[in-house]
């Protein structure tokens, strides 16, 4: 009996030593304002194209993704919640709809050839932001209206 308490005992402080501090660095949360707006090319809105804002200082970027309309709404630390405020170099890309599979269950496409493909097609400089020549600069107020019309 008392070796069993023993090995009771042992088995708690070997559960405890676990607890307290998660290892590894913790993320961090970013404080943000909101931002949205409307993406265009060369007037027609587009549709499933993801925005990314990465901050010139090396903050965590912030990214919407359009509906048909070519509305989106910034996120950082979760969809939505805006953008960090300050300088932004710009990246647009085409991520197609939203997966109808139920979560976990996503099928995978193998050939490219039968990936979605864009209603509009955009310049493919515009998915890097180091040659998309596109800049933000998002205000402290945030920019609840912005409009992104790309015409090259």
Not at 28 to 56: C, N, R, S, W
Not at 108 to 127: F, T
């Amino acid at each position: 009996m008392r070796s069993h308490l023993w090995v009771v005992v042992l088995l708690i402080l070997v559960g405890l030593s676990g607890c307290g501090k998660a290892p590894g660095p913790k993320a961090v949360i970013e404080k943000v304002v909101p931002v949205a707006g409307t993406l265009t090319y060369k007037g027609q809105p587009l549709e499933y194209f993801q925005v990314a804002f990465l901050p010139v200082d090396g903050r965590r970027p912030a990214t919407g993704v359009t509906d048909a309309a070519g509305k989106f709404k910034m996120g950082t630390n979760k969809a939505g919640d805006g953008a960090p405020p300050g300088a932004s170099k710009v990246a647009i890309v085409f991520v197609g709809p939203p997966s109808t599979d139920p979560p976990g269950q996503e099928k995978m496409i193998e050939d490219p050839a039968l990936l979605p493909q864009p209603k509009v097609k955009i310049p493919e400089k515009y998915g890097n932001p180091e040659t998309s020549g596109l800049t933000q600069d998002i205000p402290k107020s945030g920019l609840p209206d912005l409009k992104i019309d790309l015409v090259e």
